[in-house]
Structures are given as structure tokens and as C-alpha cells.
């Protein structure tokens, strides 16, 4: 569930960035159905500034810029645990808008192949397998015994052809 | 000129370059025959059957049987303990028996002056020399679709040998967890001859998704791993064989 809620606030406060970002407006409209979850006191240390929204005195007072409003400064989340590494970002808001979101730490988006990598060799490489239309000589592969029948009957009749 | 014959329940096939003389055909395939004869547990006859049931004291062991005890043992060094031909009690040494057989049999063919061939035994495979002045080219099975090919290399006086649990039931297995393998679905290794490449292969498959890692630390070896996710894990030198 942390990690649920943590992508879930990432991608918030994503939209919430882009939102400010190309928005029109001096308000804070985070209106997606999880906004509530967002409050920054919620997921925001207090090793900053951060306090939980207050109303603006100067805009018109409606529920979304109330709940949105964020107080000026820079906040920085806790280091937080992102399935294949620790996610941690520092948030800046200015004129009650977020103006920038700077990741501290972020986990690899392909931690698999990492964490494969670091438990020995980092020189091992990955592909995804696919089927090649080259010809070959021989087939080096584990045999079946039904599917060996199978082989011999073809490579006999094959010699009966020529 | 190309044979197949099925001995040990699998296909033996040799091709031969500018050779065409049964004599020599027969030559090997009666020596896989009576290898076979031998080291067979499906077989009452056999030695290793004899063995298994008591019968047969270690100093009347054929010369053959204390080689092929010795292989195993030092293999066992070899792969941190994870190739035992001891399972449940039953001595069974056909993880090694094989790639040895065919690196024998490539000996014999040698023997007799043919240098371009190769020795397919169940898919372990010991290439000779050329076909066409060019590289023989080898190609690795889809552990998930026996008729398609994912990977094609070009070999010459190597051997190349797979290992995986799509073979025949459950043969393989760690016999340090004492279960079998779940992640991977095959992995071939590439070595100077199909000895080292089978028994390689047979140990580095037993110890799952981490036999990789111990092959790249072999030197002259590279593997090509396939997890059962259809995602191919290779060592880093593999590419001074692909085509």
C-alpha cells in the first residue's frame, strides 16, 4: 500500500506541476479524485516549511483553490520506498503555486536488470528471445524423447529424398 | 554426407564434409552403442546398473566407468558441488556420460582424418572445422517452441550443449535445494568441446538464474540463458560467435 500511495502521489503531484505549469490561473485545482490524499502535511517532512494549506486571502474562496493553496517555500519528501529503490524529490512553491519538482533520489526504472546485474557480473547483457529466419546446420537445444522420434523420422525421410 | 541413428533415446546425427563412407558412419554410431551399453540405468546389463545394485566391486569397475567416476568427481569440484551423478542413492552419470561420448566420438572421427563435421548427440554438439569454408551455424532452440530457433552461432572447433527441464521431465535438479529448477527454461554454454560444454551446462542449469553469472566466470566459456519469461540473460564474450 506505501508504494501504491507513493506512486499515486508522484503522479499527483505530476499533474499537479504541469498543471501550474501551462495553467492559466493563480490557483491550485487539484481535482482528481485523490486529491485529498495529497494534503502536503500528509507526505510532506517537517524537517521543512511545510504546513497544511491555507485559504489565500486574496482569491476568491473556492474548495478547490482552499484545499490546493500551498504555503511558499521548499519541501522535501521523506525518502521513500519505490519497489526497486528509494524515491525521494524537493518540491518548490512559490506564489502559492508548485513551481518545481526536483528528484533527489530516484529508482532505477529498470530495476530488475539492475539488481540481476550487481548480484555478480555487471557485463551480463539481456535481450528479449525471438525467432531467427536464418538457416542453420544443427539445433543445440534439450531433447524429448517423443520429439526425438519425431527428429530421426524427419532426418530419415530426408535422407530417402536424396 | 549426414546419419542419424536414435541411441540412449535420442537422435545421434553426424555430418561429414566431402566424406562418404559407411564404414566410418558405423564406426560411430556403434561406439555411442556401446557406450550406451555401459552406462544405460534403463538397462539391466549395463555396468551402471550392476553397480547400482551391488553387484560390482569399485577395483572391477571397466576403465571407462573409473574414468568417467573420476569426471564426475572432479566436476563436482568444479561446479561447487552442484553436478552429483549420486541422486537418491542411484548413481546415474549420464549428465556427463554424454558430452564425453561425443567428444570421444569426435576423437575417432579426427582419428581417421575427417577434420569438417559435427557430432550432434540430443542437441549437445561437438563441431569440427568448416562447412563451405564457412563456420558451422548452430542455432538455439526455443525451449518454448521445439521447431523455432532464437539465436544462431557460428562455431569451429567448439562444443555447445543445453541444458533444461523442457527435456525430459525433471533430470536435471539442485541437489543443494533438493527441488527443481523454476526460473529458467534453458541455458546452452559454448566451450572448447562438448565435455566442458555439457557438464557446464548441466551444472550452471542447476543452479538457476544465478548458472549465468557462474559461467561468465569461467573462462572459455559463454552461455545463453532463456528465463521462462522469454528473456535471455548472455555472458559477455558471446559475441565473437554470433553470425
Known amino acids: ?162 | 554426407m549426414k546419419k542419424s541413428q536414435l541411441i540412449m533415446g535420442m537422435p545421434v546425427t553426424i555430418e561429414m564434409m566431402d566424406v562418404d563412407s559407411n564404414r566410418i558412419f558405423n564406426k560411430i554410431f556403434d561406439y555411442f552403442f556401446e557406450v550406451d551399453g555401459k552406462f544405460s540405468t534403463y538397462k539391466f546389463e549395463s555396468e551402471i546398473s550392476a553397480i547400482n545394485r551391488g553387484e560390482l566391486k569399485k577395483e572391477n569397475f571397466s576403465r571407462e566407468m573409473k574414468e568417467i567416476f573420476g569426471l564426475a568427481n572432479s566436476t563436482k569440484n568444479d561446479t561447487l558441488g552442484f553436478f552429483d551423478i549420486k541422486r537418491d542413492g542411484v548413481i546415474d552419470p549420464s549428465g556427463i556420460v554424454k558430452g564425453w561420448a561425443i567428444y570421444n566420438a569426435s576423437k575417432l572421427l579426427k582419428d581417421e582424418g575427417i577434420l569438417n563435421f559435427y557430432i550432434d548427440a540430443g542437441g549437445d554438439i561437438e563441431v569440427s572445422g568448416l562447412k563451405n569454408r564457412k563456420k558451422w551455424k548452430v542455432g538455439v532452440r526455443n525451449p518454448f517452441k521445439k521447431d523455432e530457433v532464437v539465436k544462431v552461432f557460428g562455431l569451429t572447433n567448439a562444443g555447445i550443449a543445453t541444458s533444461g527441464n523442457y527435456e525430459r521431465g525433471d533430470h536435471v535438479y539442485n541437489p543443494h535445494a533438493k527441488h527443481s529448477i523454476a526460473d529458467i527454461a534453458s541455458i546452452t554454454v559454448i566451450g572448447p568441446n562438448v565435455y566442458e560444454a555439457d557438464r557446464f551446462a548441466t551444472a550452471a542449469y542447476a543452479m538457476g538464474s544465478s548458472g549465468i553469472d557462474f559461467i561468465e566466470k569461467q573462462r572459455n566459456l559463454e552461455g545463453y540463458m532463456i528465463d521462462n519469461a522469454g528473456i535471455a540473460t548472455y555472458t559477455s564474450g558471446i559475441g565473437k560467435y554470433l553470425v
Not at chain 1, 519541501?75 to 528509494?86: L, R
Not at chain 1, 506564489?95 to 555478480?120: H, K
Not at chain 1, 531467427?132 to 527428429?151: C, I, M, R, Y
Open chain 1, 1 to 162: 500500500m506505501k508504494k501504491i500511495a507513493l506512486s499515486a502521489l508522484v503522479i499527483v503531484v505530476f499533474i499537479a506541476y504541469i498543471i501550474h505549469e501551462h495553467g492559466d490561473t493563480d490557483e491550485v485545482h487539484v481535482v482528481a479524485p485523490s486529491s485529498q490524499q495529497i494534503s502536503p502535511t500528509e507526505v510532506i517532512s517537517q524537517n521543512t516549511t511545510a504546513t497544511p494549506p491555507a485559504a489565500s486571502s486574496s482569491a476568491p474562496p473556492s474548495p478547490a483553490a482552499v484545499s490546493g493553496k500551498y504555503k511558499d517555500g521548499q519541501y522535501t519528501s521523506e525518502v521513500g520506498d519505490a519497489f526497486y529503490g528509494p524515491l525521494q524529490f524537493r518540491l518548490t512553491v512559490s506564489g502559492g503555486r508548485i513551481t518545481d519538482v526536483t528528484f533527489l533520489q530516484t529508482p532505477n526504472d529498470r530495476g530488475t536488470s539492475i539488481e540481476i546485474n550487481s548480484q555478480a557480473t555487471p557485463i551480463l547483457k539481456q535481450e528479449t528471445i525471438a525467432a531467427q529466419s536464418a538457416t542453420v546446420d544443427v539445433v543445440s537445444g534439450a531433447t524429448q524423447t517423443s520429439e526425438a522420434f519425431q527428429q530421426l523420422l524427419k532426418s530419415t525421410l530426408n535422407e530417402a529424398k536424396t
